[in-house]
């Protein structure tokens, strides 16, 4: 769990601070933690020099969500998150339904890959994006 929160912290620092200002410590931990306690889809990502990263998503009746891609800094851009999306859609396209996803306002460079994979905005919520993917290629 402490290297999961460790990455979290790694992905999501710098955008919480450009969004929110600052990096709350104790509140970031709280709620991180917090969503932990629920029964999590999550998958560890593995590659032959150990973890770098973790993949929660779930299948819904009408549609498949995502709740978060997080890479490891050091690995990311190297094509690993287009190649998780990819599969997501795949499975989502096959079961006929679009996958969904939020991202923060200020992860512009999350929201960049999203808009290259073809997701559209779907609705501007308060701190973010609901986007939403194509149901067919």
Same mark, same amino acid.
């Given at each position: 769990m402490e290297w999961l929160y460790e990455l979290n912290k790694a992905s999501f620092l710098e955008v919480v601070v450009r969004q929110f /200002?600052? !990096? *709350?410590e104790t509140f970031q931990r709280e709620m991180f933690f917090s969503k932990w306690t629920q029964?999590?889809?999550?998958? $560890? #990502?593995?590659t032959? +020099? /150990?973890? +770098?990263?973790? =993949? $929660?998503s779930e299948q819904l009746e *009408?549609? *498949? !969500?995502?709740?978060? #891609?997080? #890479?490891?800094?050091g690995y990311q851009g190297q094509g =690993? /998150? +287009?190649t998780l999306l990819q599969n997501l859609l795949t499975n989502a396209r096959a079961r006929g339904v679009p996958l969904r996803l939020q991202v923060?306002?200020?992860?512009?460079?999350a929201k960049r890959?999203?808009?290259r994979m073809e997701f559209r905005e779907v609705e501007k919520l308060e701190n973010h994006y609901l986007m939403e993917s194509r149901m067919t290629d």
């Amino acid at each position: 769990m402490e290297w999961l929160y460790e990455l979290n912290k790694a992905s999501f620092l710098e955008v919480v601070v450009r969004q929110f /200002g600052n !990096w *709350d410590e104790t509140f970031q931990r709280e709620m991180f933690f917090s969503k932990w306690t629920q029964p999590r889809h999550a998958r $560890i #990502i593995e590659t032959e +020099t /150990g973890r +770098t990263g973790v =993949l $929660i998503s779930e299948q819904l009746e *009408d549609c *498949d !969500w995502l709740h978060e #891609i997080q #890479i490891d800094p050091g690995y990311q851009g190297q094509g =690993l /998150g +287009t190649t998780l999306l990819q599969n997501l859609l795949t499975n989502a396209r096959a079961r006929g339904v679009p996958l969904r996803l939020q991202v923060l306002h200020a992860n512009q460079k999350a929201k960049r890959l999203y808009v290259r994979m073809e997701f559209r905005e779907v609705e501007k919520l308060e701190n973010h994006y609901l986007m939403e993917s194509r149901m067919t290629d």
